[in-house]
């Protein structure tokens, strides 16, 4: 995301960032423009119509100081000073008689009580016109009618969400999204333990049918936690048909993120990418000059592939083996074909403690024999089970039909005889890893068992029973230290914390950041050794004999088009997807205030604006229901009852219609003072948090 928001600087995305800037000022400008139209329909003088804020700026002090222009552009049209302020986080619309100051504000709310009659009547017009300096100010005007006034801005928001989705789902655009198709479930994760295999759809969940990848992250991030989030799938059978079944997920929370998962990634096809067709330092990158942008796999050792779990599955029959790829070239009838080599982990000779069963796959031959999650595997067919990351390889190489498992249940140790039943997929190396023909989900600790002598680890002094806490990278010079600090946000080279609460894996860490290094970079290692931490130079890594799943190469990712056949339909899906963007606003707060969801998941306008960028650059709908999203935002958080904010004032105007007179500045006044000091705060909060994110 860092690399990404930097990105945004360079010339060729100055079109889109001019894009995104215009469809946030127009989303501003439609809630004004609300205010401002219902207050002129009931005879409200307009003093200023303002996108941006124009506070009066000066630099120095005395005589040295000078004022600093508050205004981008202004030009007054006849009775309205119209502009664009030079602080660019939001807009206002400045009415006579209304003010923002809480003081002068209870003034006017003084003088409009005083008007009234000794026995509390409602003062009649006549008597209103006695008082009021000007008829026309917001103040004079009756509690309907400033009712409509501060709501036009919301109504007005939630109007053009309804059409800016309208049109994105229109015949003449479509929304492009990515499918909800299972390509690969990770070991132990909820749906793993549910029972969600490689080629499901999930085709509902938390209610909402046909779900997008992202409702997907959405309703997982906010879901019932303590209930499960119901999902429903769709699967082939062997007859081919199609079997629906209805799981509950409870996500946890993902390693060393903010965000919960469940467990699943979505297809890509098997056309190479444009921007690089395989990852540099992979086997496809060896052979990446007979490729092209667009090729597609149609072949793994001559057996055909369609989709990418196909693809998967071919794989896998060849973990260790080099396979002859054969693509499809558009412009060439004839195929294209590469030999390309396996993929093997870069280790540093460290054997980690074999951690317990985190999961059991529902109907594994490991369920079926009654293994239970938190039993402890101490021996395979009578001997220990070594590394627990060569451990699946070596289990999936083994010709045996059963497999006898002696685990430590609680402080008895048990025997099961499992029977082999082989899968047409390899799970991947992270910190929970899978024995795929038995149906077991364990997990790797980062607590040094055993060191492979002469190895970078031995030689670095590490020890069995050494706990990894932490990793610093070490390039051999400034150029390779350049290429390695691409690989973390913000460019910058950082100590990764190992473990719990805020660190990662160490096995998620040596299968993402120690593939991707240079080959000669070293590694600061901090462990805690009989309670104090030694930190430990580690040479660099060696190839291993562990096979990782997959060759290196860079797929597009599998979309499809959201599109209406006419302007109903498209009116049907927008208003859809208004309804649902205002409901997760809602949803969110709530898991804010229950501290399921992290406050560090806010953005300020600089996440608005990145993500503004991105959407488009994907096309002008992607944007459009970016502007959907943003502008329900807007309607929902201006409505909540906060004072200075339109929910606030709605709720004085309400009270107010109730008693027949304005509510006390004594209430009025300590309440928007504290409004407006929780607003700045929230402001300078997610302000920080977007320098956070994109500058420090």
């Not at 921007?275 to 149609?298: C, F, K, M, R, Y």
């Amino acid at each position: 995301m860092h690399l990404i928001f930097a990105a945004w600087y360079s010339i060729e995305n100055w079109p889109y960032i001019a894009m995104a800037l215009a469809g946030l000022g127009f989303v501003i400008f439609v809630h004004e423009l609300g205010h401002f139209a219902v207050a002129k329909m009931c005879g409200v003088k307009c003093e200023k119509f303002y996108i941006g804020f124009d506070p009066p700026l000066k630099i120095g002090l005395g005589k040295f100081s000078f004022r600093l222009p508050s205004a981008l552009w202004k030009k007054q049209w006849g009775e309205t000073e119209y502009g664009i302020g030079i602080i660019p986080l939001g807009g206002y619309v400045k009415m006579l008689g209304q003010d923002d100051n809480p003081s002068r504000e209870a003034e006017k709310i003084r003088d409009a009580r005083q008007a009234s009659p000794e026995d509390g009547s409602e003062a009649t017009d006549s008597e209103r016109e006695n008082y009021l300096t000007d008829p026309r100010s917001y103040v004079s005007q009756t509690v309907p009618e400033r009712m409509a006034i501060i709501s036009a801005g919301v109504i007005m928001n939630l109007i053009f969400a309804w059409i800016f989705a309208t049109i994105a789902f229109s015949p003449g655009f479509g929304v492009p999204y990515i499918r909800c198709d299972v390509a690969s479930v990770m070991p132990g994760e909820a749906a793993y333990q549910a029972g969600i295999q490689p080629g499901d759809q999930i085709v509902e969940i938390n209610g909402l049918k046909k779900p997008r990848f992202k409702d997907l992250r959405q309703e997982v991030i906010l879901g019932d936690l303590e209930n499960g989030i119901p999902v429903t799938v769709d699967r082939n059978n062997s007859e081919g048909g199609v079997e629906t079944f209805q799981f509950s997920l409870l996500p946890r929370q993902s390693d060393g993120q903010l965000l919960r998962i469940i467990g699943v990634s979505p297809a890509s096809t098997l056309q190479l990418a444009e921007a690089a067709v395989a990852v540099p330092g992979s086997p496809a990158d060896a052979v990446a000059e007979n490729l092209q942008p667009g090729d597609t796999i149609i072949e793994v050792n001559g057996e055909g592939v369609s989709n990418y779990v196909e693809y998967r599955a071919a794989l896998a029959k060849h973990n260790t083996e080099p396979v002859t790829i054969t693509l499809a070239r558009f412009e060439d009838e004839s195929p294209v074909e590469v030999k390309v080599a396996p993929r093997f982990l870069r280790r540093y000779g460290l054997e980690m403690e074999l951690g317990p069963i985190v999961a059991v796959r529902p109907g594994s031959p490991a369920a079926d024999a009654g293994l239970q999650q938190g039993d402890l595997i101490e021996a395979i067919d009578g001997e220990t089970p070594g590394d627990p990351l060569s451990l699946p390889q070596r289990i999936s190489a083994d010709d045996q039909l059963n497999i006898e498992l002696e685990v430590r249940r609680g402080d008895t140790q048990e025997k099961f005889i499992v029977p082999r039943r082989p899968v047409p997929w390899k799970s991947d190396v992270l910190k929970t890893m899978e024995l795929p023909s038995l149906g077991i989900a364990y997990e790797t600790l980062n607590t040094v068992a055993g060191v492979t002598p002469d190895s970078p680890a031995a030689r670095a002094g590490i020890m069995p029973g050494d706990q990894i806490v932490a990793v610093d990278l070490d390039p051999a010079n400034e150029e390779q230290a350049a290429k390695d600090r691409l690989l973390f946000p913000k460019g910058r080279m950082v100590t990764q914390n190992i473990g719990e609460p805020d660190g990662v894996s160490w096995v998620l860490w040596l299968r993402s950041v120690a593939q991707s290094i240079q080959d000669d970079t070293a590694l600061e290692v901090t462990v805690l050794r009989e309670g104090q931490q030694v930190k430990l130079t580690v040479p660099p890594a060696t190839l291993s004999e562990t096979a990782i799943p997959g060759r290196g190469f860079v797929f597009v990712q599998e979309t499809d088009t959201m599109r209406a056949g006419n302007l109903t339909e498209a009116m049907a899906l927008g208003w859809r997807e208004t309804k649902y963007s205002m409901l997760m606003v809602y949803r969110f707060l709530h898991k804010l205030v229950s501290g399921q969801v992290s406050p560090q998941l806010l953005g300020g306008p600089g996440t608005i604006a990145a993500v503004a960028g991105m959407s488009a650059k994907q096309g002008a709908a992607s944007l459009l229901l970016f502007l959907t999203m943003l502008s329900a935002n807007l309607a929902v958080i201006n409505f909540l009852p906060i004072p200075v904010l339109d929910g606030g004032h709605m709720v004085f105007l309400f009270l107010e219609g109730i008693f027949r007179r304005p509510v006390s500045e004594k209430i009025v006044i300590p309440l928007t003072w504290a409004g407006l000091l929780l607003i700045l705060a929230l402001m300078l909060f997610v302000i920080g948090l977007d320098v956070n994110r994109f500058m420090l």
